[in-house]
């Protein structure tokens, strides 16, 4: 995964976090939804992109 890549993931995950807090505190459902959803979209594309590098980590090991 690129660097640019983790920022924007965790910048999207903290964003999230803010919404949810936000939503927390000002008894908003809809922004505590929306901070919750932006936080789990951010993790699967983490996710998503720790598959991609172990599978290139392996395919290395591979062609050595």
């Known amino acids: ?3 640019g890549d983790k920022i924007k993931n965790k910048a999207q995950e903290a964003s999230g976090k803010v919404k949810e ?3 927390d505190a000002t008894n908003n459902e809809n ?3 929306e901070g ?3 936080q789990a979209a951010a993790k699967a594309k ?3 992109e720790a598959v991609k590098d172990a599978a290139k980590d ?3 090991e591979f062609n050595k």
């Open 1 to 3: 995964m690129g660097l």
């Open 21 to 23: 807090t936000v939503g």
């Open 31 to 33: 922004l505590q939804a």
């Open 36 to 38: 919750l959803k932006d």
């Open 46 to 48: 983490q996710a998503g």
């Open 58 to 60: 392996v395919r290395d």
